[in-house]
């Protein structure tokens, strides 16, 4: 029996399901044999709380069990990744510029639990300081990619998509061990 692998993409604040972000990650994820990505529409809501039920609604739904989940997210979605991980450890977590150690965020520094994670943030992000990221990081012992790039990442897209492929190939190789 194969078991479905679940991506689910959890996009920013001021952006959406259909991002240019959100919408390459996804067509990546859907490269691989057995796995379903789900781009999660948040634009309804700001609100990080309202967000994260959307997250677990949307895993709900599909199915999916947290062994077989990997979750991806930018900005506030970062957020959200972060936040479901710390609440049920999953497979993987990749975050992009995620909105963490942020005082309005219901718990701004989430113990992220995944078996595979990675962080990647801008140098320039005018958004999200990446200094505290780096220390959550670092406290936590995550790996971080530090690009030359704003919050959007906008000039870094073809390079998160090859990470992104490299970190779906990692995790889906250690599920399919025996």
């Known amino acids: 029996m194969t078991t479905t692998t679940h991506v689910f993409l959890s996009h920013g604040l001021e ?3 259909g991002s240019t972000k959100i919408q390459a990650m996804k067509a990546e994820a859907e490269r691989f ?3 379903q990505a789900h781009a999660i529409d948040h634009r309804g809501t700001m609100d990080p709380a309202t967000r994260l039920d959307q997250m677990r609604e949307a895993m709900n739904r599909c199915g999916a069990t947290p062994e077989n989940t990997i979750l991806a997210g ?3 979605g970062g957020w959200v990744c972060a936040q479901t991980s710390s609440e049920s450890p999953v497979l993987g977590c990749f975050l992009l510029a995620p909105a963490l150690a942020m005082a309005k965020y219901p718990q701004s520094s989430p113990a992220i639990r995944a078996r595979f994670n990675q962080i990647i943030h801008g140098w320039n992000d005018d958004v999200v300081p990446v200094m505290p990221v780096l220390d959550l990081a670092r406290k936590q012992q995550l790996p971080v990619l530090l690009l030359p ?6 000039n870094s897209i073809d390079r998160v998509v090859s990470e992104f ?3 779906l190939k990692s995790c889906l190789s250690d599920m399919n061990k025996p």
């Open 74 to 76: 930018s900005s506030m």
């Open 165 to 167: 492929r490299e970190f």
């Open 149 to 154: 790039d704003g919050h959007r990442l906008e």
């Open 33 to 35: 044999p057995g796995v």
């Open 15 to 17: 952006s959406g399901p």
